[in-house]
């Protein structure tokens, strides 16, 4: 995913075309009803796409289940897409959980992943028919595909920066490339949800989540920085 769901358009148009003939630019709300009109038209799309579906979803149907004017709808975007879209992002904010440590102040690493995939996971699981939604319109419209690429390299970028700060703390094999292997251990915790959650593999929940942590642990091939290698705690 590309911006946060924070950071609103300026607006150049209302419900006017643009001058040069293409899509008007979708107004920032700027009064707390106009706040809420919004919010309420995403919570009605997220209830109609996983409904009814990416491609069956109508914009009149949002409008209804917001209980708003067909109109106002195109105040605020304008196409199914686009509100999709808004849809998504706002999950993505949801799921990527930034500044975990800090929000925490967990500071041990195995307890850090821990936190991080149950995190994910548990995300994953409360947006499971959207997730589902998502990889589907992801394979037949060109710009969701560079919605998910990109949501997958914020992922991986993420966690390259913990990779890469533990490869300095001496905690994590240094002869790996922090991005590609964030981006390998990332893919094994989406594709595990994804068949756990949406295509309904029965995997106990606490059975997944030690065991893609002790992969995360053993793919890093985690030490303790305090304590000399081959010396164990019964030593």
């Known amino acids: 995913m590309t911006r946060s769901n924070d950071s609103e358009w300026i607006a150049v148009a209302a419900q006017a075309p643009a001058a040069d003939g293409g899509q008007k630019q979708p107004i920032t709300p700027r009064s707390a009803r106009g706040v809420r009109t919004r919010n309420a038209l995403i919570a009605a799309a997220r209830e109609v796409f996983e409904r009814d579906g990416y491609l069956d979803a109508r914009i009149t149907d949002i409008s209804k289940a917001a209980q708003v004017a067909s109109g106002s709808f195109y ?31 967990i500071t041990d690493t195995r307890r850090l992943i821990d936190a991080s995939n149950r995190e994910y996971l548990r995300a994953y699981k409360k947006n499971a028919r959207l997730m589902a939604l998502f990889e589907q319109v992801a394979q037949i419209d060109e710009q969701f595909m560079a919605l998910r690429v990109e949501r997958g390299n914020a992922f991986a ?11 300095e703390n001496g905690e994590a094999d240094t002869s790996l490339d922090p991005l590609v292997t964030a981006h390998a251990l990332s893919v094994m915790v ?46």
Request: no cysteine; proline share 5%.
């Open 75 to 105: 105040t605020y975007f304008n196409s199914k897409e686009e509100i999709f879209r808004a849809l998504v992002e706002q999950v993505q904010e949801e799921m990527l959980h930034p500044h975990l440590r800090e929000r925490t102040g």
């Open 157 to 167: 970028r993420r966690n390259a920066k913990l990779i890469r700060a533990l490869q």
């Open 190 to 235: 989406s594709r595990m949800a994804y068949m756990v959650f949406v295509l309904g593999q029965r995997i106990p929940y606490e059975r997944l989540v030690t065991t893609l942590n002790k992969i995360w642990e053993n793919g890093l091939r985690l030490t303790d920085p305090e304590r000399p290698e081959g010396v164990t705690e019964d030593a």
